[in-house]
């Protein structure tokens, strides 16, 4: 494994409000606030907050956490929001980090005691919670190298739990909780089956780190990692070094194969939130919920960016809910709750939201079949979706794989003359070459067109939360703000697949990522298999789908910051060809929903 050092504390530049190292127990009264001047929320109740408790690891490293309780002498359930990104809003990474609105989260909502990505305890600790908020093996002042999920991090939150739930103030009954990070460690922990864990709430996280973040596709990506682990990771020692091991071991291994979650040793209830606009954390969600062998799961698939719908006042009241149900015992009818509550993106519509289901995917799809059609001759980069199988005579549409212009998206347009719903797993399969490289990084994405013929955007964050932000027009082009469509992607060399894939399935999960089969010689057509993520979308009469094909992601970049670190590297070079007609069936299958 390789590793890299970690930004030091001294790094003052860059290390954020970090707390240095003291312990203390100190009472937070009633009104406290942590910054008036920019009008964080007040504590509606006295909190009594212990500052670097020490906690002892299995291997002897020793880590330490805040635990903020109520304050009476009472024990009360536990709950854990687990990453390396600082205990008490003490850390670099904060909604700060994602100008210019705070992906919709005012000040006012937060009281600045949260972890990032967790919720606030100044609202949780006085309905009748303790919670423990570690800065894990290696962040800041604690021990021991950072690392990245897997089994390693399992075992640290394992060790946690047990130490929490035999603490004075734990009624011993623990739940994790938290967004990203925080959502993927709780799979890892959860495997390990701590015996006082009782309930998780992964608020949208990946599950196999390979696919849905480090390499989807079999292209390599460590520009994310790269800027996760430089811009938001603090310590004293080193972190495990991600994007280092993404350009090093492309293919899958062991190392991988210990970032995959092994969801059949998850015992306990989850409810799992989910959404269609994470760059990293939409298939994981919803493979999640397919995957987990408990009864007691449920998912919400909301419209939203996964912060705003974090601190989204029904989404905690949703919450709080599932919690009291299961770490207090409280007949609350949670249990009668749909085990899946669907949204849809209308993109320049509303959203449909919180639609009761009873499964994902919907046992109702119907999957149809459209052939790829071009508009005339080999030159054009428009055609469309046709149910009929193929057109009179072979065609090849092409573009140049390294422009990103719009002259070089192949663009296949599919118009519906009524009202439509689209929900679930749409895949392609396309016959390709490309007479300049022996390989190919494809790139679908499938976006929607409004009855004008214009692509429109959903918008992430209701324009209610941006008050500042003039028209949806002004939103800032971030994957934060905006999101563009389901998209797909493979390197062309990784295609093979262990069979033909079935409806409803994710692609990807059907290849090992172990094997390169390069296109020799030059020119030479293959077939391929491409999955989409999970999709939700609806049209109204004269809206299309439309499917663009082209040598790079459409997705917008995170943040701004993200953009100063180097593009991820790609093979691609000169033109793309996608081939239709008679002897190439090029197509998509498409999941529609009655």
Same mark, same amino acid.
């Given at each position: ?38 009008? +964080? ?19 002897? #490293? ?20 687990? +990453? ?23 000040? +006012? ?12 305890? @100044?609202?949780? &600790? ?38 929490? @739930? @035999? ?195 919907? @046992? ?36 140049? +794989? ?29 016959? &390709? ?27 992430? &964050? ?107 590297? #790609? ?6 060809? &996608? ?16």
């Amino acid at each position: 494994m390789v590793d890299a050092v970690t930004p030091t504390l001294e790094d003052a530049e860059s290390n954020g409000p970090y707390t240095p190292f003291h312990h203390e127990t100190a009472v937070l009264p009633k009104n406290w606030q942590k910054d008036p001047h920019r009008g +964080s929320l007040p504590l509606p109740h006295d909190i009594v907050i212990q500052r670097d408790v020490t906690i002892k690891l299995r291997d002897g #490293t020793e880590i330490y956490a805040d635990v903020l309780r109520p304050n009476d002498q009472k024990p009360h359930p536990v709950l854990i929001p687990w +990453s390396p990104y600082g205990k008490t809003g003490d850390g670099f990474f904060n909604l700060d980090v994602f100008p210019p609105y705070r992906a919709g989260v005012p000040y +006012s909502k937060l009281s600045g005691l949260e972890k990032f990505e967790s919720i606030d305890p @100044a609202v949780w &600790v006085p309905q009748g919670f303790v919670f423990v908020q570690v800065n894990a093996r290696g962040a800041y002042d604690s021990q021991g190298d950072i690392m990245w999920w897997g089994t390693q991090e399992g075992r640290d939150g394992y060790d946690v739990i047990e130490w929490a @739930a @035999a603490q004075p103030w734990s009624t011993g009954k623990v739940g994790l909780l938290g967004n990203s990070w925080l959502a993927i460690a709780q799979w890892f922990i959860a495997a390990e089956q701590p015996p006082h864990l009782c309930a998780i709430a992964p608020w949208e996280g990946a599950s196999d780190i390979y696919r849905d973040m480090a390499c989807g596709g079999g292209i390599p990506s460590p520009t994310f990692s790269q800027w996760l682990r430089e811009k938001s990771l603090k310590g004293r020692n080193k972190t495990e070094c991600v994007d280092a091991m993404v350009r090093q071991y492309p293919f899958y291994n062991e190392y991988w194969e210990d970032k995959r979650v092994k969801f059949e040793k998850i015992q306990v209830p989850a409810y799992i939130v989910a959404s269609y606009t994470s760059q990293i954390h939409v298939p994981g969600s919803f493979r999640a919920f397919e995957q987990l062998t408990s009864n007691k799961k449920w998912i919400r698939v909301h419209p939203h960016f996964e912060w705003y719908d974090l601190y989204d006042p029904e989404s905690q009241k949703d919450l709080l809910k599932f919690f009291n149900f299961y770490l207090k015992g409280e007949q609350n009818n949670w249990e009668s709750t749909p085990l899946v509550r669907m949204s849809l993106l209308g993109f320049n519509q509303p959203a449909i939201m919180n639609r009761p289901e009873q499964e994902y995917p919907l @046992a109702r799809t119907q999957y149809k079949t459209f052939y790829l059609h071009s508009q005339g001759s080999n030159t054009t980069t428009h055609g469309t979706l046709e149910t009929t199988k193929v057109q009179s005579s072979d065609v090849i549409m092409s573009y140049d +794989s390294l422009k990103h212009d719009d002259a070089n998206h192949l663009k296949f347009q599919l118009k519906f003359d009524k009202y439509t719903e689209l929900a679930g797993y749409a895949r392609m399969k396309l016959w &390709v070459s490309c007479p300049d490289m022996d390989d190919m990084d494809i790139y679908g994405t499938l976006t929607k067109l409004d009855a004008s013929g214009c692509r429109v955007d959903s918008i992430n &964050v209701p324009m209610s939360a941006m008050p500042d932000c003039p028209s949806e027009d002004q939103v800032p082009h971030y994957n934060v703000y905006r999101h563009v469509g389901a998209p797909s992607k493979l390197r062309v060399s990784c295609r093979r697949i262990n069979r033909a894939p079935k409806d409803g399935e994710e692609v990807d999960q059907l290849r090992e990522f172990v094997t390169s089969d390069k296109l020799v010689p030059l020119g030479t057509v293959v077939d391929v298999d491409m999955g989409f993520w999970p999709c939700g979308m609806y049209f109204e009469p004269g809206e299309s789908l439309q499917l663009v094909l082209s040598g790079h992601t459409l997705i917008y970049p995170e943040t701004e910051s993200v953009i100063k670190f180097p593009l991820s590297p #790609t093979i691609n070079h000169g033109r793309h060809q &996608v081939h239709m007609g008679p002897s190439y069936p090029s197509s998509i299958t498409l999941p529609f929903i009655n």
